[in-house]
Structures are given as C-alpha cells and as structure tokens.
C-alpha cells in the first residue's frame, strides 16, 4: 500500500497542465509603428506588444531589435541598377525592467501578475538618413527567453529633400 502511494505522489508530482513550446510564449508583433521627421533624425515609434503568440498576457520582454533597410531610387529600379538593401539590425534596446511580479496567490493558485514597467511604448531614434532616400523599418520583440516574437508590420519611409517625411505603412510583415 505505502508502494503504490508512493508511486502515485512521484507520478504526479509537479505536473500542472500540457507543456508549451517555448515559441508560443514569444511576444505579438509590436502595433503602430510611425516615424516623425525632427532636426536630429527620424524617429521610429511603436506600441510595445501586452501578449504572446498564445494570446495570453506577457509576464515579461527582454529586449526589442530594430531593423532598417535602404530602399533604391525610382530611376535605379527601373534601370535594374538598384535593389533594396539587406535587413540592418540599427540597435537592440534592452528591456530588463520590464519584468513581471508575482504577487498575491490566492488560495484557488490564481497569480496576479504585476509589471514593473510601466512603459508601453518604444522608440529609436535614426539619425544615419539621407534626404531624399527611402527606408522601411520593422520592429520584433524578445522575451526573457530570449524567443523571437512577430515582426510588426513594415513601415516604408521617404525623407524629403525639404525636411518632410513621407511614411507609407505596409501591411506586409516578413
């Protein structure tokens, strides 16, 4: 008797439900990506994403990369003389106080879960342009796990020559 009890505790020791793939806890694409053209750059901004892949709120993000990659001239791309540029990594911002607390279990094993940053929003600042140039940006999210999530959606950037910026969203994602 005291075997089979035994048994059972080990077997079921420390299981709490199916176990999830460490890709389905990766962040949602960050939401509504936008430049705005000031005398240092262009500065990119986004909404920094509450959920993963799941649909199930983030208990924490590590970090956020941001990519750039130059786009060729109108007369470059008919000619067949210009193609779009590589995908450039522009900076990877860390993220290490955006963590979540556990606090206050109650006796049914409910957590509420606390974040600590308080930001929801994220920004870069690229002040490597050219005037009359075009980019397109996207932004991808990381948790603490160092999962990649969603790429947000590409954002297309035409800097004019007089200073005026020219953003055409595109709904596209990699």
Avoid: H
Wanted: net charge neutral; proline share 6%.
């Amino acid at each position: 008797m005291i075997r089979l009890f035994l048994l059972i505790f080990l077997v079921s020791c420390g299981k709490y439900g199916n176990p999830v793939p460490p890709s389905a806890l990766a962040p949602k694409a960050p939401s509504d990506i936008k430049a705005v053209v000031n005398p240092n750059g262009a500065e990119i901004s986004w909404n920094l994403p509450n959920f993963d892949k799941r649909g199930k709120r983030l208990i924490g993000l590590e970090s956020v990369r941001i990519y750039r990659r130059k786009m060729p001239s109108v007369i470059g791309e008919l000619a067949g003389t210009e193609s779009a540029s590589e995908w450039e990594l522009q900076k990877e911002e860390q993220i290490s106080n955006y963590v979540a607390e556990r606090e206050n279990k109650d006796p049914l094993g409910a957590v509420a879960v606390k974040g600590s940053d308080k930001r929801s929003t994220g920004s870069f600042l690229d002040n490597n342009i050219e005037q009359g140039q075009s980019y397109q940006y996207y932004v991808v999210a990381t948790n603490q796990g160092g999962e990649l999530g969603t790429p947000s959606q590409i954002l297309q950037v035409t800097f004019r020559g007089d200073g005026e910026v020219l953003t055409l969203p595109n709904k596209e994602r990699l």
